[in-house]
């Protein structure tokens, strides 16, 4: 069964149709208020002298860190799915959620230069990439990790 969602902005101030959401922050509070294009415009032009005379703050409210951490975000969606349905092809192991290791965003990005590397599941030529990119990770898996010591007690 399919299912429609539909969303309609109400303009906070006249109970109106609103165009957008507007986030603003004053004395260390956030806001934010759905208004219509008209209401947004008088709130800016309100506003327009005090800000012009201000400076920025260096720690912004919890929607702009919100806003810089998804703007951290390393690849887009699409990449992502591209890699990780060539890594699939090619023999590696790569989980459906979560970051994509080092390795195989490696072998992906080497895979041009290999002689006959292909991205196509079915040619023989990329089994040697997909092996050898294999090799490096059950390598890497293979070493111990290190221990710390433990300090000496009085008991001893």
Partial sequence: MAQITHVKLVDDLDGGEAAESVAFSLDGKSYEIDLSDKHAAALRDAVAPFTSSARRAGNGSKVASRQRMAMRVGRPREDT?????????????????????????????????????????????????????????????AKPKRRTRKKATAEG
């Fill in 81 to 141: 799915a591209a890699i990780r349905q060539w890594a699939n092809a090619n023999g590696l192991e790569v989980s459906a959620r979560g970051r994509i290791s080092s390795t195989v965003l490696e072998a992906y990005e080497n895979r041009g230069n290999a002689p006959a590397a292909s991205a196509v599941a079915t040619s023989t030529a990329a089994a040697p990439v997909a092996e050898s990119a294999v090799e490096g990770v059950v390598e890497a898996e």
